[in-house]
């Protein structure tokens, strides 16, 4: 049995017009989220913008998350972090509130050796939930290269890996050389990593368009691959936005033009420009 199968929403963190953390639409996205099908959720991550949030906040975020899918799916928690005790706290905390697993970045703002990453990975290993390695070289200075996930994947609890390259065949090389689960990490290659035998998706327009989402998946794993292809190119516009520096506040738009506003981006990030949004509406219009 797959640990972590089909849609993974990586869900945003919702602000008040003070820019103060919702709880209250929190929940009610959550609850919106699982009504639409989706099969986990993935607080506190770069779309839950965590590195906007004080300790109080994050903490507070992901119980709000636990406590709100109420064992209805996966909760599975990031760990970003700038060192590896910090990492290790949001683990442990993610463990005592019963969270399913965890999503960690390697070790972030430096470029530490192969040697470290290893380390790093053995000390959130040692706190016992489930891991989901999380590959993005282009916001952290580590690839998570095959080679190297093949001496991550003998830690007991490593278990699966987001793979955000870009390079889709990462995917069958990782499968090649270890045994862990691989999940898509980019919207606008969902439907190559779940054809190339990807498990899931951890997704950041799932957020606004979840019923869509889980349709693709759902046709990519049943073989329906004229039908993915046909909702893959409806969706596409809107999904490459996922892999640009404004994708959170992409996101947030898109969520409020399907009437489920959640706020703004929290600075550094600053609002979108009239005609990002003019464009942003215009891909949402091919859906």
Not at 34 to 60: F, M, T
Request: aromatic share 8%.
């Amino acid at each position: 049995m797959k640990r972590f199968y089909g849609i993974y929403v990586a869900i945003v963190t919702p602000f008040t017009d003070s820019m103060k953390v919702d709880y209250d639409r929190l929940r009610d996205h959550v609850d919106w989220l699982i009504q639409n099908g989706v099969h986990g959720l993935v607080p506190v991550g770069s779309v839950g913008e965590y590195a906007a949030l004080d300790d109080e906040e994050r903490a507070k975020v992901v119980e709000t998350v636990v406590e709100a899918a109420a064992g209805r799916v996966p909760v599975v928690v990031g760990t970003g972090a700038p060192s590896t005790q910090k990492a290790v706290g949001w683990a442990e905390h993610a463990k005592r509130i019963g969270a399913s697993g965890i999503m960690a970045l390697p070790p972030i703002n430096y470029n530490p050796t192969r040697s470290e990453v290893i380390s790093f990975y053995q000390s959130l290993s040692d706190v016992g939930l489930p891991i989901i390695a999380y590959n993005n070289p282009f916001d952290t200075k580590v690839d998570l290269t095959p080679d190297l996930l093949a001496e991550l994947c003998k830690l007991e609890h490593v278990v699966a890996v987001k793979e955000f390259s870009g390079d889709i065949r990462r995917i069958h090389e990782i499968y090649e050389k270890t045994d862990l689960e691989v999940l898509a990490g980019a919207d606008d290659l969902a439907l190559e990593g779940l054809l190339a035998g990807a498990t899931g998706w951890i997704a950041g327009f799932t957020n606004s368009h979840p019923k869509e989402s889980v349709e693709l998946f759902n046709f990519a794993i049943n073989g329906k691959v004229a039908e993915a292809t046909q909702l893959y190119r409806r969706l596409l516009p809107l999904f490459r936005y996922d892999s640009t520096p404004r994708l959170v506040q992409s996101i947030k738009y898109a969520l409020e033009l399907v009437g489920r506003p959640v706020g703004k981006a929290r600075a550094p990030r600053l609002d979108l420009t009239n005609e990002e949004k003019e464009s942003i509406e215009k891909a949402n219009q091919c859906i």
